[in-house]
């Protein structure tokens, strides 16, 4: 019973720092604000709106509403603000917990 006890703390030990060296990737919440160009029939996120080449048919929403309407991202700058690359995975478990921020704020707008 003891050797048990061992084994299995040494097995959540090794888990546990595993989990700093295996790279994940956080996408965005589904509600996110994101706003949608009609004409050209892309999105794009607000971190990204200055840079982006749009037209006058503009229209606020919701991340997972874009991609319903199967419109595409503005640039790469709107692709690679929607997640969050190479996150360690104890961090990307506590982050998706609320615990520790993400790029978008609780209340799934953007920082």
Known sequence: MKNLLIVGVMLCGALFISGFFIPVKISAPPDVRTIVDHTNLTYVTPPCFNEAELSNYLQETKYEQAKKLG??????????????????ANIALLKKAGLIETK??????WK
């Open 71 to 88: 419109y595409e991202p503005e640039s790469a700058c709107t692709t690679n603000s929607l997640t969050e690359k190479d996150v360690p």
């Open 104 to 109: 978008w704020e609780k209340d799934n707008k």
